[in-house]
């Protein structure tokens, strides 16, 4: 519609919305909670002008020399402009005409033409929150480095994917979620209120080579450096992209571990370090020179490669390297404190990276969203659990989330949901997680 066409009657979008992130007021749209499109992408908005939107609410359609007349000064009047132009004034669709009429026409190009495909950010997030804005940053890493695990490569677009339908984080942010996994007679514990989110978007989908890759990973956890507080949480891909990121998070972060749940160690499943889902863990240790390592939840029942166990001993990596079975992990997570005290024992209070291989639930909770499902394991609610409790004690200073993959699912075991639910306890849990150990400088990046 053009600027000079008044044969239109135009109203605020009935969909639109006030959202606050931090002390950042944006104006959106809830119709991209159900809908593909919005009426135009969320743009930021002065205080000012968030008022002038509340006031437009309350307004009955007008032609726009109408709407100019409810406002005198330029400043106003210049913004009713933007609004109009990115379609938040839009014409009402009454008195079309008959069909095929040209002002229908109109209509359709004035409306429907320009409406803006929603946010493709988790939950809605826009594209312009600022780094130092935020108290965790969620990357994707859209990466697999293995056959068996190709499908993991889509699983940060699915994760995406599934929160637009969960909601938006500017009302997240404002309310926060409520969960009862820890309920033991209590109250629901909330969740994610206050957090400020970023979603930066995604590592490596343009990358070559592995070195590009592992290069612009180490660049991305560099931009950091001087921010101590900031952290971020990973979306895989599969696990391969573990082994680069805790690579590079060691360059910053003293005797930084790493906390593992997994249904499969990593670390005896290739003969020499090689960038692959598994050998994540092997990389670290022998490559990187990981401190301390701490996985949960493995089931690997018998196995001929004995030799690399023996091999890795002689190293000495088996005294850096602390395994516990799922047998011995559920004894633990049926009192998280005891999970803690096991943790401590190897980790005392050093800097942790979290890092969740989604097989690590049992393989008939995943129905097909995991790329090496390993049968019976964890449960969600014990999953969630330890991820609560851990962030509580330790000095988490980034995590991340792998091997999951998008997949059909019955209605009634739709692991999405699930997903969500965690990746909502990282979030709250690495801004709330306590502070660890001084930013150091120094630290071999990758060798290329």
Not at 269 to 289: D, E, I, M, V
Not at 324 to 334: E, F, K, Q, V
Request: glycine fraction near 8%.
């Amino acid at each position: 519609m053009s600027a000079a066409d008044e044969s239109f009657s135009l109203r605020l979008v009935p969909t639109a919305a006030l959202g606050r992130l931090d002390s950042a007021s944006y104006l959106f749209d809830r119709a991209g909670l159900t809908s593909g499109t919005a009426v135009a992408v969320s743009r930021r908005v002065s205080p000012e002008q968030a008022t002038l939107i509340e006031r437009c609410a309350g307004f009955e359609a007008a032609p726009f020399s109408g709407w100019l007349e409810r406002f005198s000064d330029d400043k106003s009047q210049r913004f009713l402009g933007e609004l109009r132009d990115q379609g938040w004034l839009q014409p009402v669709a009454d008195s079309l005409g008959p069909v095929g009429s040209a002002r229908r026409q109109r209509f359709f190009e004035a409306v429907e033409l320009r409406r803006s495909f929603r946010s493709r950010r988790l939950f809605h997030l826009p594209d312009d929150v600022g780094d130092d804005e935020a108290d965790v940053c969620v990357v994707g890493v859209p990466v697999a480095a293995d056959g068996v695990s190709a499908g993991a490569a889509l699983g940060p677009a699915a994760l995406r994917q599934a929160s637009l339908a969960k909601g938006f984080w500017f009302d997240i942010q404002a309310e926060g979620v409520f969960s009862e996994v820890r309920c033991a007679g209590g109250r629901p514990e909330i969740l994610c209120q206050g957090v400020r989110l970023r979603d930066a978007g995604d590592l490596g989908r343009e990358a070559v080579r592995v070195a590009d890759l592992l290069g612009e990973i180490d660049r991305f956890c560099a931009r950091w450096d001087g921010r101590p507080g900031w952290r971020p949480l990973f979306l895989g891909g599969d696990h391969a992209v573990t082994f680069p990121i805790v690579h590079a998070l060691a360059r910053r972060h003293r005797d930084l571990c790493l906390i593992h749940f997994d249904a499969h160690n990593d670390l005896f499943l290739k003969q020499h370090p090689t960038f692959s889902h598994a050998a994540f863990l092997q990389n670290l240790h022998l490559y990187s020179g990981l401190r301390r390592s701490v996985s949960f939840g493995l089931r690997n029942h018998s196995d001929l490669r004995t030799a690399r166990v023996a091999a890795l001993e002689a190293a000495g990596v088996l005294d850096r390297a602390h395994l516990y079975g799922l047998a011995a992990t559920r004894r633990l997570l049926s009192d998280p404190a005891r999970l803690v005290r096991a943790v401590r024992e190897h980790v005392d209070h050093s800097p942790c990276y979290l890092s969740i291989d989604i097989d690590v639930v049992s393989a008939t909770e995943l129905a097909g969203a995991t790329s090496t499902p390993a049968g019976a394991g964890l449960e969600w609610h014990e999953l969630l659990a330890a991820v609560m409790a851990l962030c509580e004690a330790f000095p988490i200073v980034g995590a991340d989330l792998v091997e999951t993959r998008p997949s059909v699912h019955p209605a009634d075991n739709d692991p999405r949901k699930q997903l969500l639910a965690l990746t909502l306890a990282l979030i709250d849990g690495l801004a709330k997680a306590p502070e660890g150990v001084a930013v150091t400088e120094g630290g071999a990046s990758f060798q290329t």
